[in-house]
């Protein structure tokens, strides 16, 4: 891409886009702010109290965000539905990286803790926003497999199961946090913070299948692959996805 290309794809975003870009990036600085706080400080890496989690999730958040910011730009939307949806899930994604980050530097657990007015406020705040996330996702989800999406078939493929994978990545983060909390309640905090997280592997390997195999799709167009080379590349990679994430949930298992 030339500058002058770029200097035009920039000029061509919406407000909405470029704010959400800017935020992404922010969270992607404040994971990497984290990430050098514990190796300054060091500690544990695992564990409900540590650096791992506002490292993990600013990365995470970020990346997100500004993944869907792009691939969302191929949906068939409304402007002003696109707009509301993504400032909704901008907003949510700072939500959910600050309660993280706060917790991590008072010393206590994020998640299922209610010690406090405020811990309970925190942890209840996460939960919101992890609602908020499904439907935000979920209804970009749904317009991509209604089949509103501009673009040749081995985008379309790459979109609808990015989508796909993305759902099964929320259903394990939403499976986790309600694990978590029955064995909060009903056993005890050590018991739900150190089994809570079994579906980690799989929550991993699917949750950016929406930016990898999109990126893979405009990487071989960009190339000049003919489209029936772009769609076989898709698909085997979709494929290995799948085969990871088999791999993943069997490793969740044992």
């Known amino acids: 891409m030339t500058t002058t290309t770029a200097t035009r794809a920039v000029r061509s975003q919406r407000p909405v886009e470029r704010v959400a870009y800017a935020i992404g990036g922010m969270l992607l600085a404040a994971g990497a702010f984290h990430l050098v706080v514990f190796l300054i400080a060091g500690g544990s890496w695992e564990g409900p109290v540590s650096w791992r989690k ?10 997100t965000l500004i993944t869907v910011t792009w691939i969302t730009s191929y949906l068939q939307l409304r402007p002003r539905t696109r707009a509301w949806l993504l400032g909704i899930f901008a907003a949510d994604c700072v939500l959910e990286v600050l309660g993280i980050s706060v917790q991590a530097w008072r010393k ?20 919101f926003g992890g609602a908020v996330l499904v439907v935000v996702l ?27 994978f993305m759902l099964v990545g929320l259903a394990t983060g939403a499976a986790m946090i309600a694990k978590g909390t029955v064995a909060y309640r009903t056993v005890s905090p050590v018991v739900a913070y150190t089994t809570a997280g079994s579906l980690k592997p799989v929550h991993a390997v699917t949750l950016h299948a929406i930016l990898v195999l999109p990126l893979i799709a405009e990487v071989t167009r ?10 076989r590349t898709v698909a085997a990679a979709t494929g290995l996805y799948v085969v990871a994430t088999l791999v993943a949930a069997g490793l969740s298992l044992r």
Request: charged content about 20%; aromatic content about 14%; overall charge positive.
């Open 222 to 231: 960009s190339l000049g692959w003919s489209p029936r080379s772009r769609l």
């Open 138 to 164: 979920g209804a970009f989800a749904v317009t991509a497999f209604r089949g509103r999406i501009r673009g040749d078939r081995d985008l379309r493929l790459a979109l609808r199961a990015g989508w796909a």
């Open 54 to 63: 506002p490292t993990t999730f600013g990365f995470s958040f970020g990346l």
């Open 108 to 127: 206590v657990p994020s998640h299922f803790n209610t010690e406090t007015p405020f811990d309970t406020a925190v942890a209840m705040s996460l939960a």
